[in-house]
């Protein structure tokens, strides 16, 4: 049995949405952030040494880091949907956008969310970040280019779990000038298994209309 433990507000939001595009049965435990500091509750160090969401339990085994369980889960349930051919020439791409998107894309952010926590906002750091930020953001249109989807016409995990990054660039303040990306979240917002995934979740404050 799966068991997804899931933090308001945050980014395991992504793996209860790719749980219901799956329509992979699970049972849900949800944690609430500290309303003041924002972070999870102790429960939620308790049950992984790192202490953070998402945790995925599969019958007593625990994976934490959303991007392995995206990779799991594809694995494990996926039976090739929601990923292009391992074969095939969108593999690489693939790949590449599902550690972008805990890595290389969510560094600036963070960045930036510390800056502001620590009343750097403004400071040189906190600048150079909104650069790499904006350049993530780039590279995200760059890969959409004309296309509904990272991976052309295809839906796959790496839409979801990419789509973390325009959303807490918006929360940031640095979400940019960006039509290509607004318009790739209307579709991704508009699909049924996103409000599945917000029904089963709870209100996600990331997901503003766009
Ligand atoms: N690289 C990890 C990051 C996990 C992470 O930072 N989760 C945040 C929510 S988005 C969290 O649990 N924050 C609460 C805390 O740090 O106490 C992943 O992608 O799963």
Redesign the pocket.
Known sequence: MLTLHH?NN???QKIVWLLEELEQPYELVNYQ?DPVT???PPA??ALHP?????VLDDDGKLL????A?TQYLLARYGGGRLAPDPEGPDHLRFLECLYFA?SAG?NPIMIKVYASAFKLSGSAMDVAATAELECALNYIETLLGQDDWLMGDLFTASDIQMSFIPELARAVGAAGDHPVIEAWQRRLYARPGFHRAIARGGAYAYAEPV
Do not use: A, N
């Open positions: 933090l945050s980014r395991s952030r924002l972070m999870g939620l160090k790192l202490g953070k969401s998402p934490s880091e959303s991007g369980i805990v969510m």
